[in-house]
């Protein structure tokens, strides 16, 4: 029963084949000593934050493997506050969790000294050790970077079973090596995080455009704010594409309440889409005064459809955990452990206007059976020494269809939708990086890290000779 939990994840795409799973109940020590008898021994060892990924990434996939899979989340300690697997330090502003940890947790935690981590994901139920194997990305991203820029140290159980403490200090090029690296150095026992003052509440807007290249403008603008003072920018900016009614049905669609439903369909829509701009700012009591005056200065500057601001009003917490609510309904009516196959990819800011057309307003039709996102980020804020990889512009965007397939029929449709957008990218030679990859082949991996590959494998023979690490992501080959 156990090893069958951990053989699924979010993308129900996969089955995974692991024949025994650990529950390191916290201890570094444990995941240590499993790791080091897999090297010695010759099997494969996969860490499990909560099961996210789409595509099996988490999983020991062969049985021949003789793969175990380390339950980094689940027993050992409770929900509540009061483990010790999250230690906040006031005075030096960080806290230190445990890799398994899941956002929401560390959220709770810190929010008991009045601080929080500034960079976040849109949901808080992924492990910190799965989000920073991969980057850690949402509406601050521009602002703060990536979740992994935000990171002072870790403690690393590398593939030779070695207990390491890294940082940009220490170990720097397991630390690196680890940060956005799908989990092939090592696994995550303890990262040091930084930590902010909290804000109170969240002024939450969102305003729509016919135009695609008002939309994209009034976005790039608004990033490249990201270095004037708090009062002059907005905290968090998203977005994300209305193709067809999916707007009322999408699981984030709660905020247009029925009784102020934008009328959508009185709006002119030009070439079958919408764009949607997403923004909030952060305020406490003692600047509720000026939060409005703030705001309106900057609404000034955009250009969106005069009619369709709508503005509500929440607790910060309320704010981040806002996906969940999502998930309770789509749980209360059987709609959430359904496949999701999911693609998201970073798009570079000059081709973005040629993916509009060839994707959102071709490829797409009128029916997309989920959210698409679509916001701009800067690489200046993302380390280019850590291992994930980003187009080569200054700003690219993330677009990312979070689809559901509620019956095999639109599994398939989906599917083949993704790997048409794919081939239309590499057609038309837009040269767009996979967020979350997935590939199979090894020269695919190569190319999707191009300049970075050769380092990327210099580590991997470096933390994990054997191979015997994640082998779900099928970047390297292990043979028992
Ligand atoms: P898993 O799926 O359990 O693991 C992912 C990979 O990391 C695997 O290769 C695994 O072996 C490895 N791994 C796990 N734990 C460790 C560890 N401690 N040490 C080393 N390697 C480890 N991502 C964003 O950036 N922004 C978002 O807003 C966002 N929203 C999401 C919303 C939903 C509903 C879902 C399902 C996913 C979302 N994601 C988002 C994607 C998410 O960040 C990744 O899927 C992430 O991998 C999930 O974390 P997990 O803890 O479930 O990882």
Request: hydrophobic fraction near 35%; include cysteine; charge should be negative.
């Amino acid at each position: 029963m156990e090893v069958e939990s951990s053989s699924k994840d979010f993308g129900m795409l996969n089955q995974g084949e692991a024949v025994a799973v650990l529950h390191p109940a916290g201890s570094a020590e444990d995941v240590a000593r499993l790791v080091r008898t897999a090297y010695e021994s010759g099997f494969a060892v996969s860490a499990r934050g909560h099961g996210h990924s789409i595509n099996g990434q988490a999983m020991i996939k062969e049985r021949k493997l003789k793969g175990v899979v380390i339950e980094m989340g689940k027993g050992g300690h409770n929900n509540n506050n009061n483990n010790n697997n999250i230690r906040v330090c006031e005075e030096e502003m960080y806290v230190d969790v445990w890799g398994g940890e899941l956002w929401i947790q560390v959220l709770n935690a810190t929010l008991e000294y009045g601080l929080a981590p500034m960079s976040w994901t849109d949901y808080l139920y992924l492990s910190v050790g799965g989000t920073l194997s991969n980057a850690g990305i949402s509406g601050q991203t521009f602002n703060h970077g990536p979740q992994i820029t935000n990171v002072h140290q870790l403690d690393v159980v590398t593939g030779k079973g070695e207990l390491l403490t890294c940082s940009e200090e220490q170990n720097s090029e397991l630390f690196h090596g680890v940060l956005g690296g799908l989990g092939q150095f090592g696994v995550i026992t303890r990262v040091r995080m930084a930590l902010e003052p909290a804000p109170h509440r969240v002024r939450w807007i969102r305003v729509l455009y016919s135009n695609f290249s008002t939309f994209t403008k009034d976005q790039e603008f608004l990033i490249s704010l990201h270095e004037k003072p708090a009062s002059q920018k907005f905290d968090y900016v998203e977005g994300f594409v209305i193709v067809d009614e999916g707007l009322i049905n999408n699981w984030r669609s709660s905020f247009f309440s029925p009784s102020n439903p934008v009328k959508i369909i009185s709006l002119n829509v030009d070439g079958g889409a919408l764009y949607c701009l997403e923004i909030t700012k952060n305020y406490n009591q003692e600047n509720a005064d000026s939060i409005d005056e703030e705001i309106n200065v900057l609404l000034k500057k955009l250009d969106f459809i005069a009619t369709s601001l709508f503005t509500t009003d929440l607790p910060y917490v309320d704010f981040l955990d806002r996906v969940h609510k999502a998930e309770l309904k789509l749980r209360s009516k059987g709609l959430w452990d359904v496949p999701h196959p999911w693609l998201n990819l970073f798009v570079p800011k000059s081709r973005i206007s040629d993916f509009d057309k060839g994707v959102f307003k071709g490829i797409l039709g009128n029916k997309t059976s989920g959210p698409i996102l679509i916001y701009p980020m800067n690489k200046s804020k993302w380390d280019q020494r850590n291992s994930v990889v980003t187009p080569e512009e200054e700003v690219f965007y993330l677009v990312a269809f979070l689809r559901s397939a509620l019956d095999s029929e639109t599994l398939e449709y989906l599917s083949n939708q993704n790997n048409q957008i794919l081939r239309f990218c590499n057609d038309a030679k837009i040269k767009v990086k996979q967020y979350l990859p997935h590939y199979t082949t090894q020269q695919e991996w190569m190319d999707h890290f191009g300049d970075k590959w050769t380092q990327f494998f210099h580590r991997k023979m470096q933390f994990d000779p054997r191979c015997i690490l994640a082998t779900g992501q099928q970047i390297f080959q292990f043979h028992p």
